[in-house]
């Protein structure tokens, strides 16, 4: 069965540090994972996925298939940051369906 | 331009009464989702279309049940609420075309259970 597992139930950090989310995963074949955000009173949206490589908002996450890891970081965290983030996993072996982790609320601090 | 439309976005209900919530979507897309959010916790995924075939996730109780008509439209119906039943709802549309399946989610509708 697929489990996706976010250790920090909340990360408060000052505007200007690094962050980085912990993401952990159990899949059986070629995972896709992702990261969705959730602003204040926002709908759940996609922040980025592994396969695109790409920098969204300043924030990077690499698949690390070895320690089943897809942790997000950001060098530089801003208050606009602050909002609740969900590592997601989906794939073929698990019919397609999106796996979401505990989730992680991120406070930047002034 | 919302492209996945839940209504409700509040809906009151009494206990043990039915209650239907409804979600549109205009991406297209071949699969279509449902997920109870309750506060402070991750979506959890109540069941699923691909096209029209239906799939139940294990742990959903019988008293959730899906409809959808066409591929546009999708409800959740729930047969007796119960209090344990309060929660947002989340509906979510994705294609699967290689590897894009991005999954685009609809404001969501409260449900409180009186």
């Known amino acids: 069965a697929q489990r996706v597992t976010q250790p920090e139930k909340l990360l408060s950090v000052f505007k200007g540090a690094p962050v980085e989310l912990k993401c952990n995963y159990s899949y059986s074949g070629s995972p896709e994972l992702f990261w969705y955000v959730q602003y204040s009173r926002q709908r759940l949206q996609l922040l980025l996925r592994h396969i695109s490589r790409e920098s969204i908002k300043g924030f990077t996450a690499d698949l690390n298939k070895g320690e089943t890891s897809f942790h997000l970081k950001k060098p530089f965290a801003q208050e606009e940051d602050s909002a609740m983030y969900y590592c997601a996993l989906s794939g073929w072996a698990a019919g397609n369906k999106l796996t979401f982790g505990g989730g992680t609320r991120v406070l930047v601090k002034p | 331009d919302a492209m996945v439309i839940q209504n409700p976005r509040y809906q009151v209900t009494q206990f043990g009464k039915p209650v239907t919530l409804s979600c549109s979507q205009t991406l297209n897309h071949n699969v279509m989702y449902w997920y109870q959010q309750k506060s402070s916790q991750a979506p959890k995924l109540l069941f699923h279309?691909?096209?029209?075939?239906?799939?139940n996730e294990a742990d959903t109780p019988d008293n959730f049940q899906s409809r959808r008509p066409n591929t546009s439209f999708c409800f959740l119906d729930i047969r007796s609420p119960g209090l344990g039943d309060a929660a947002m709802y989340l509906c979510?549309?994705?294609?699967?075309?290689?590897?894009?399946?991005?999954?685009?989610f609809g404001q969501g509708t409260r449900l409180t259970v009186v």
């Open positions: 279309y691909y096209d029209k075939d239906f799939n």
């Open positions: 979510a549309t994705s294609t699967v075309q290689g590897a894009d399946t991005e999954a685009f």
